[in-house]
């Protein structure tokens, strides 16, 4: 398999904001690696044999449920152990192996953010592919420049598949995609914005990102719980206009 280059990630913090709830948290994270790069067409070719037209692209038009299956084929294939465990359609992450995953979304923030504070961490137009550059299709990954963790294409180019549920009281089993896309104006290309989707759904500008990092807690790490998703089910407060809850 053409090698999936990864960068280890030192113990930090970030803070996530909630917009539905008005709320944030900050949560320390443990070192964990991540991909320098997005997964491309050429590695997902190699492990899932899916023909690829571009092999230096970013993947896209890819699902979840795609991207979590790539994730336990590649470590099957470097004899690690693999991460996710299938009930049907129903995944469960156990968090003690070490083979590769999707980032959480703290992770994933973190990495994108690499101490900046600000919306991007270098002016945009030199970090990602927007809707500025008037493209119509993902662009070769690493044609940007990366961020201080040595980073590249983590805002722009495509969006990037993350563990975390988007908002189960309103979206159900959405999963949330971070980063924005090609087609996306500035405003979307942020690090902060939070987009997601179904498990089964794909876009032409939504592809992954590999993590690795194992824990000693079971059914929770790195800012993501199963308790807490469950918690986040339970409708509380009121919702903005046009937000409705899931089965209402």
Same mark, same amino acid.
């Given at each position: 398999? $053409? @090698?999936?280059?990864?960068?280890?990630?030192?113990?930090?913090?970030?803070? #996530?904001?909630?917009?539905?709830?008005?709320? *944030?948290?900050?949560?320390?994270?443990?070192?964990?690696?991540?991909?320098?790069?997005?997964?491309?067409?050429?590695?997902?070719?190699?492990? /899932?044999?899916?023909?690829? /037209?571009h092999p230096r692209r970013p993947v896209a038009d890819v699902s979840w449920l795609r991207a979590?299956?790539?994730?336990?084929?590649?470590?099957?294939?470097e004899g690690l152990d693999p991460v996710y465990h299938f009930e049907g359609e129903d995944v469960?992450?156990?968090?003690?192996? +070490?083979?590769? !995953?999707?980032?959480?979304?703290?992770?994933?923030?973190?990495?994108?953010?690499?101490?900046?504070?600000?919306?991007?961490?270098?002016? #945009?137009?030199?970090?990602? %592919?927007?809707?500025?550059?008037?493209?119509?299709?993902?662009?070769?990954?690493?044609?940007?420049?990366?961020?201080?963790?040595?980073?590249?294409?983590?805002?722009?180019?495509?969006?990037?598949?993350?563990? @975390?549920? /988007? @908002?189960?009281?309103?979206?159900? @089993?959405?999963?949330?995609? =971070?980063?924005?896309?090609?087609? +996306?104006?500035?405003? $979307?290309? =942020?690090?902060?914005?939070?987009?997601?989707?179904?498990?089964?759904?794909?876009?032409?500008?939504?592809?992954?990102?590999?993590? *690795?990092?194992?824990?000693?807690?079971?059914?929770?790490?790195?800012? %993501? $719980?199963?308790?807490?998703?469950?918690? !986040?089910?339970?409708?509380?407060? $009121?919702?903005?206009?046009? %937000?409705?809850? !899931?089965?209402?």
């Open positions: 398999m $053409s @090698d999936i280059e990864l960068v280890r990630l030192p113990a930090g913090a970030v803070t #996530l904001h909630d917009a539905r709830r008005r709320t *944030r948290r900050t949560v320390q994270l443990e070192p964990f690696a991540v991909g320098v790069f997005p997964v491309t067409e050429e590695q997902v070719t190699e492990v /899932l044999g899916t023909p690829s /037209l979590i299956h790539f994730c336990n084929a590649a470590s099957e294939w469960a992450w156990d968090t003690t192996a +070490d083979g590769y !995953r999707l980032p959480t979304e703290a992770e994933w923030e973190y990495a994108c953010r690499a101490g900046a504070t600000g919306p991007h961490y270098a002016p #945009l137009a030199e970090a990602a %592919w927007t809707a500025a550059d008037g493209v119509g299709t993902p662009q070769n990954v690493g044609g940007k420049l990366p961020n201080l963790h040595g980073l590249f294409d983590t805002l722009g180019n495509v969006w990037e598949w993350c563990w @975390d549920l /988007l @908002d189960p009281a309103r979206y159900d @089993d959405y999963r949330v995609f =971070r980063g924005g896309g090609f087609a +996306d104006d500035a405003w $979307s290309v =942020r690090a902060s914005v939070r987009r997601g989707g179904a498990p089964r759904m794909h876009h032409e500008d939504v592809g992954f990102r590999v993590a *690795r990092g194992a824990f000693d807690t079971e059914n929770e790490a790195q800012g %993501w $719980s199963a308790a807490a998703d469950r918690e !986040r089910a339970m409708v509380d407060g $009121s919702l903005s206009p046009g %937000w409705t809850p !899931r089965g209402r």
